[in-house]
């Protein structure tokens, strides 16, 4: 019997250490919420409704801080990073189709069909604007990264003030 409950006794030994595994994962950080502040955005000009409001507003939320800038006051954008790349104004519904030319005096009227810029009610892709899904506009943009090569960089053609099949 004394034989018995030593043989219990490594084996509950046993599965006491072998059940317990060292967790080498990092322990997850939970932010705390906010305190919270109140910002009120200056995106209106004039009396327009704020769904057409004439400002765009960008908001530092670590300074609280906002900076309104017109909404059609620029129509590209451009990023100088670890790439060069160029942003739409999606304010004011831009698109931009590339054509398969590389050399902008060669383009003629015949090398696009202006129907293809078309945005909205059903007409155009995402191919034709930046895409908003992204969680950084920089990952998918609608004209590809300007590149050292110039036959990569394609001639592109913008529609300024897209808005809905226009």
Request: charged letters at 20%; proline letters at 3%; hydrophobic letters at 40%.
């Given at each position: 019997?004394?034989?018995?409950?030593?043989?219990?006794?490594?084996?509950?030994?046993?599965?006491?250490?072998?059940?317990?595994?060292?967790?080498?994962?990092?322990?997850?950080?939970?932010?705390?919420?906010?305190?919270?502040?109140?910002?009120?955005?200056?995106?209106?000009?004039?009396?327009?409704?704020?769904?057409?409001?004439?400002?765009?507003?960008?908001?530092?939320?670590?300074?609280?801080?906002?900076?309104?800038?017109?909404?059609?006051?620029?129509?590209?954008?451009?990023?100088?990073?670890?790439?060069?790349?160029?942003?739409?104004?999606?304010?004011?519904?831009?698109?931009?189709?590339a054509l398969a030319k590389t050399d902008i005096n060669t383009?003629?009227?015949?090398?696009?069909?202006?129907?293809?810029?078309?945005?909205?009610?059903?007409?155009?892709?995402?191919?034709?604007?930046?895409?908003?899904?992204?969680?950084?506009?920089?990952?998918?943009?609608?004209?590809?990264?300007?590149?050292?090569?110039?036959?990569?960089?394609?001639?592109?053609?913008?529609?300024?003030?897209?808005?809905?099949?226009?």
């Open positions: 019997m004394n034989k018995f409950n030593s043989i219990i006794a490594i084996a509950l030994l046993a599965v006491t250490f072998t059940a317990c595994k060292k967790d080498n994962e990092e322990p997850i950080v939970v932010a705390p919420p906010s305190d919270g502040s109140t910002l009120t955005l200056n995106g209106l000009i004039s009396t327009e409704a704020g769904s057409a409001a004439g400002n765009s507003v960008y908001v530092d939320f670590s300074s609280d801080k906002q900076t309104s800038v017109e909404r059609d006051s620029w129509d590209l954008g451009f990023y100088s990073g670890s790439d060069f790349k160029v942003i739409l104004n999606a304010t004011n519904g831009s698109s931009v189709i383009v003629t009227a015949a090398d696009f069909d202006p129907n293809t810029l078309k945005v909205g009610q059903g007409g155009g892709t995402f191919a034709l604007i930046d895409d908003p899904r992204e969680a950084n506009i920089l990952t998918k943009t609608a004209i590809a990264a300007i590149s050292a090569t110039d036959a990569d960089n394609k001639v592109y053609i913008i529609n300024r003030k897209g808005g809905a099949n226009t």
